[in-house]
Nanobody, 117 residues
Framework: QVQLVESGGGLVQPGGSLRLSCEAS????????MGWYRQAPGKQRESVAA???????NFADSVKGRFNISRDNAKNTVYLQMNNLKAEDTAVYYC???????????WGQGTQVTVSS
């Protein structure tokens, strides 16, 4: 059974930081491209950041310079470090594991991030 379990969301003031974690089980982690997505109320889900097994990453323009993605392949865990948070970062953040080779795609349950004073 595949599980992606996110943690680390919460309420933070503008300018603050949070670190999200996503622990994967039931998959061979090194086969998967790991990503973070978010969905704000009334908006479509959008890609935030993604990282390959080897550590190559990419980011949405809106978070470049503020967010960082990393993965610990020994712990089957991917992280999203979010700094200088803004109100527009408020959303439910989802972890995603994707293998184009295996044609498999898995999602976590989401964790709420609220940026407000």
């Amino acid at each position: 059974q595949v599980q992606l379990v996110e943690s680390g969301g919460g309420l933070v003031q503008p300018g603050g930081s949070l670190r999200l974690s996503c622990e994967a089980s039931g998959i061979i982690f090194r086969f998967y491209y790991m990503g973070w997505y978010r969905q704000a109320p009334g908006k479509q889900r959008e890609s935030v950041a993604a990282i390959t097994f080897g550590g190559s990453s990419n980011f949405a323009d809106s978070v470049k310079g503020r967010f960082n993605i990393s993965r610990d392949n020994a712990k089957n865990t991917v992280y999203l470090q979010m700094n200088n948070l803004k109100a527009e970062d408020t959303a439910v953040y989802y972890c995603n594991a994707r293998s184009d080779h295996l044609a498999l795609d898995f999602w976590g349950q989401g964790t709420q991030v609220t940026v407000s004073s």
